[in-house]
T-cell receptor, first 117, second 109 residues
Framework: GAVVSQHPSWVICKSGTSVKIECRSLDFQATTMFWYRQFPKQSLMLMATSNEGSKATYEQGVEKDKFLINHASLTLSTLTVTSAHPEDSSFYIC?????????????FGEGSRLTVL | AQRVTQPEKLLSVFKGAPVELKCNYSYSGSPELFWYVQYSRQRLQLLLRHISRESIKGFTADLNKGETSFHLKKPFAQEEDSAMYYCALSGRGYQKVTFGTGTKLQVIP
């Protein structure tokens, strides 16, 4: 149980277009979902914390107009990279905690690799 | 502010040797500490939590509040332990989880 699925797993787009990445909790309800960015051979960088039904909380230095996060339901959060540029190319990962557990464990998606040409 | 420091980017040990992955934290309240692991081409997954005081795959970690540390240890490294290890900290309610920069463990056969 407690599976998080991201879609798409990889995407290539042209510079200037927008890309949406979905993060779904398949068998549990997630009160909070987190979005990260991971550069090659580097750590996770927390971008934002997303709570169902409310605005996302962005980390310092992350442009909220550039990275739009929507958490419309307890099982779905989306990250939209608007007007993507080559420097936005990265590996984006989401995680979620299970509303039904109080362990604090995060369940991670498999990640989405974005390449902007 | 909460902060997690993993001083080593890479740790190479021989198979059968002891392993210690260091993690220090900064947090004003009572922290919850975790170790996550990412094996090659797999997603991140929880390895262990300080609150459960368990041993997973031979790994243990003790929370030392005096030294604000949560080092991960294993007495005898195995090749399958080679992976990226992340220390993470959360406050009560788990609203924000902060990850360290990660340590790559390389076990040499």
């Amino acid at each position: 149980g407690a599976v998080v699925s991201q879609h798409p797993s990889w995407v290539i787009c042209k510079s200037g277009t927008s890309v949406k990445i979905e993060c779904r909790s398949l068998d549990f309800q997630a009160t909070t979902m987190f979005w990260y960015r991971q550069f090659p051979k580097q750590s996770l960088m927390l971008m934002a914390t997303s709570n169902e039904g409310s605005k996302a909380t962005y980390e310092q230095g992350v442009e909220k107009d550039k990275f739009l996060i929507n958490h419309a339901s307890l099982t779905l959060s989306t990250l939209t990279v608007t007007s993507a540029h080559p420097e936005d190319s990265s590996f984006y990962i989401c995680s979620a905690n299970d509303r039904g557990r109080s362990t604090g464990e995060l369940f991670f998606g498999e990640g989405s690799r974005l390449t902007v040409l | 502010a909460q902060r997690v420091t993993q001083p080593e980017k890479l740790l190479s040990v021989f198979k059968g040797a002891p392993v210690e992955l260091k993690c220090n934290y900064s947090y004003s309240g009572s922290p919850e500490l975790f170790w996550y692991v990412q094996y090659s081409r797999q997603r991140l997954q929880l390895l262990l939590r300080h609150i459960s005081r368990e041993s997973i795959k031979g790994f243990t970690a003790d929370l030392n509040k005096g030294e604000t540390s949560f080092h991960l240890k294993k007495p005898f490294a195995q090749e399958e332990d080679s992976a990226m290890y992340y220390c993470a900290l959360s406050g009560r309610g788990y609203q924000k989880v902060t990850f360290g920069t990660g340590t790559k463990l390389q076990v040499i056969p």
